[in-house]
């Protein structure tokens, strides 16, 4: 359900009111009434005198209206009362070789009610014309978030290439200029910071990680000239250098070597202008009728240092998926990590795995390839079962799964079909319904995508939005982000979580400190809730590491293997059936673990300690208001204490209370740097804490 208003702006003054909703028992007249209307709680979207306001109690946007092709006049963070006064003198958005006199400006606005995907916010929407090309932005705004998110659509046609794309995206020095020393490429907003004395941190994200162990890169920089620079990633953070004030841009895309259409960086930055670039198409993906989402973005204001731009980011971030704990909460395992891949798939053999998950504590067990007859997308029949395999169907072993209580899942190959644009979507999306009516089958993990081009992207999204739609938003998305031009982290991020890596011991690339890793450096700038981070069966594959390698998967006890995942959603990447005895023994710590899951999700998880490298100390912490979760690890080394940085809790007193591991309960008082001293008995140990502050 939604209310909306329509508000058409006739030679720029004279404004009229359309009704779209039939829920609208009295028509408003003015612009004065429509504000006294309280929508979304503390959001609003409000037209007046030619200025285009959006706000929350957290932060506050104004524009010039120009029509509707927006001219940004100030940004507010207005639980600080900081304002910065932007200075452009051009649209936010700009379309090379397209003019950027716009016509055709309309407003609408729309409550949009919560549901157990997105929570309730307000849309504010606004339509302009350019020539023949139409833009439509779509600001979505949360209460209590202290960030607008805009997406962005776009159809008609355009005549002119929008930016030529570069050989090599990291080779800076070949972006396309203009004349005046700018980069030929869309604008999806542009910032007129005032002052020179601007810090800016670029973060990027790197999925392909089949092919890559490091999945964030940092770059730093100053302001520098009234001459462009460039820095690439999903994220700038902008930190004014004299004063505890900053903000952040997020573009929702997929990370920068695999966006479409790429112009060879995503910000083009000098004194008093950084703009955000790339929209993800061209003309030839333009539709004259359809409106075709591109990518969007997300504006923030920070305060407090460190932690204030990660909570802001975070807190946004929140809002993209409502995390519903019998949905979204999981500890799967999936057998492919022990590589036998199909050989043993089996009615019989998929019964005795959930009999020995069951023993282990698994709440999921997905099926991967083997299960199904065929992988053509063009098929009708796509992923009919595999009589020969499973002579009964899957009612049997999900019938045995709800007995044991685990949630049966299947993996799904989404192959582009043969036109490579999943035109024969639907067949896919059918397919996972009936899965879900006939089967309850409800989790699938995708697998096999390969976005080369928008209307293959677009067509995934319709495949998502289709099975969600008919199954009430019960379905989730298990995104696998291995390997191809796929989504990344930033990206159909409100469908599931995302499959991150494949890791085998019987290739030698499965090194617990190296998951770590990559779940630490990700959790400072994404939600490790929304993570699948894998643990393996240890005792494999043991030839395939040198007998000397003290950081070899056997040399580490397993409880300490399964704890490097429970920040993120545990996978046991192996086969149940697989494991020794002596694997079963981490069973009460998988069940104590699952009595704090939820709890420890519904905090805001960043990292501690130092970078994961085999030999340090290093960690989690869960904040959740005055309570949270401490996960510690010490790694292989001889200092039996360390003093950890933690978030937040300067000069008050942390009562730790010891829930899984080694130690015990103590109580701290963090030093001026907010560092606890933490303390384990030897290597290879960890400990989960339940602290509150008093």
């Known amino acids: 359900m939604r209310t909306t208003f329509i508000i058409t702006i006739l030679m720029g003054m004279s404004f009229s009111f359309i009704q779209a909703a039939d829920n609208l028992a009295v028509l408003p007249t003015t612009i004065a009434e429509t504000n006294t209307k309280k929508l979304t709680s503390n959001c609003r979207g409000v037209l007046e005198n030619g200025v285009l306001t959006l706000e929350n109690n957290l932060i506050r946007r104004q524009y010039k209206w120009n029509n509707g092709n927006l001219m940004s006049q100030s940004l507010e963070d207005r639980l600080n009362g900081q304002v910065w006064n932007l200075r452009g003198k051009k649209p936010d958005c700009s379309f090379p070789g397209t003019t950027t006199k716009a016509t055709d400006g309309q407003l609408e606005i729309f409550e949009r009610e919560s549901d157990s995907i997105k929570p309730a916010h307000l849309n504010v929407v606004v339509t302009f014309k350019l020539d023949k090309l139409e833009v439509k932005r779509s600001f979505r ?282 035109n024969n979507w639907r067949n896919l999306s059918n397919a996972m319904i009936q899965l879900y009516k006939n089967d309850g089958i409800r989790t699938f993990k995708l697998d096999g995508v390969r976005l080369p081009k928008k209307q293959a992207e677009t067509n995934v999204r319709n495949i998502l939005e289709t099975v969600m739609k008919a199954t009430d938003n019960e379905a989730i998305f298990n995104m696998d982000i291995t390997a191809d031009n796929r989504y990344g982290c930033h990206y159909f991020n409100e469908f599931g979580n995302y499959f991150v890596e494949n890791r085998y011991s019987d290739f030698g690339n499965y090194y617990p400190h190296w998951t770590l890793r990559n779940l630490w450096m990700l959790s400072r700038y994404v939600p490790p809730q929304c993570l699948q981070v894998e643990f393996l069966n240890k005792w494999r594959s043991l030839d395939r590491y040198p007998a000397n390698d003290p950081l070899a998967p056997i040399k580490i006890p397993f409880d300490y293997i399964f704890a490097t995942t429970m920040m993120g959603q545990p996978l046991a990447f192996l086969e149940g059936t697989g494991l020794p005895e002596e694997g079963f023994a981490i069973a009460p710590i998988i069940k104590k673990y699952r009595e704090h899951q939820i709890e420890i999700h519904k905090g805001k998880i960043f990292p501690i300690g130092q970078e994961p490298c085999g030999t340090g100390w290093t960690g989690f912490q869960s904040i959740n208001g005055k309570t949270g979760y401490f996960l510690v690890f010490r790694e292989l080394n001889d200092q039996p204490k360390a003093a950890l940085r933690t978030w937040n809790l300067t000069g008050r007193k942390v009562d730790c209370r010891l829930i899984l591991g080694h130690g015990g309960d103590f109580t701290a008082t963090p030093d001026a740097e907010n560092r606890i001293t933490f303390s384990l008995p030897k290597s290879f140990t960890f400990a989960l804490y339940k602290y509150s502050v008093r």
């Not at 198409?281 to 504006?299: H, Q």
Request: neutral net charge; glycine residues 8%.
């Open 141 to 422: 705004i949360y209460p209590d978030c202290p960030a607008i998110a805009c997406d962005y659509y776009l159809r008609g046609t355009a005549s002119t290439a929008w930016q030529k794309e570069v050989t090599d995206p990291a080779r800076l020095r070949e972006i396309r200029a203009g004349n005046r020393g700018e980069i030929k490429a869309t604008v999806l907003d542009r910032l007129c910071l005032p002052g020179r004395h601007w810090r800016l941190k670029a973060v990027r994200f790197i999925n392909v990680t089949d092919r890559h162990n490091t999945l964030v890169q940092e770059s730093s920089a100053l302001v520098y000239t009234s001459k462009e620079q460039y820095m690439i990633g999903n994220i700038l953070f902008m930190d004014h250098l004299l004063e505890d004030r900053g903000l952040f841009v997020l573009k929702e895309s997929p990370p920068s070597h695999v966006q479409l259409h790429y112009p060879g960086c995503d910000f083009a930055i000098k004194i008093n202008d950084i703009k955000l670039v790339g929209i993800g198409i061209e003309p030839d993906d333009l539709d004259p009728t359809e409106w075709i989402r591109c990518y969007g973005f997300v504006t923030g204001v920070t305060s407090g240092g460190e932690y204030g731009r990660l909570r802001a980011l975070r807190q946004y971030q929140e809002q993209v998926r409502i995390r519903k704990p019998g949905r979204d909460e999981m500890i799967m395992m999936n057998t492919w990590g022990d590589r036998n891949k199909e050989k043993k798939l089996c009615e019989a053999f998929a019964i005795a795995e959930l009999e020995a998950g069951a023993r282990l504590g698994i709440t999921h067990f997905q099926l991967d390839s083997g299960w199904q007859t065929t992988i053509k997308l063009d098929d009708p029949d796509i992923f009919k079962v595999n009589m020969k395999r499973f002579p009964n169907g899957l009612a049997p072993v999900v019938k045995r799964g709800k007995e044991l209580g685990i949630e049966l899942c299947l993996w799904t190959w989404v192959e582009p079909g043969r036109d490579h644009t999943y």
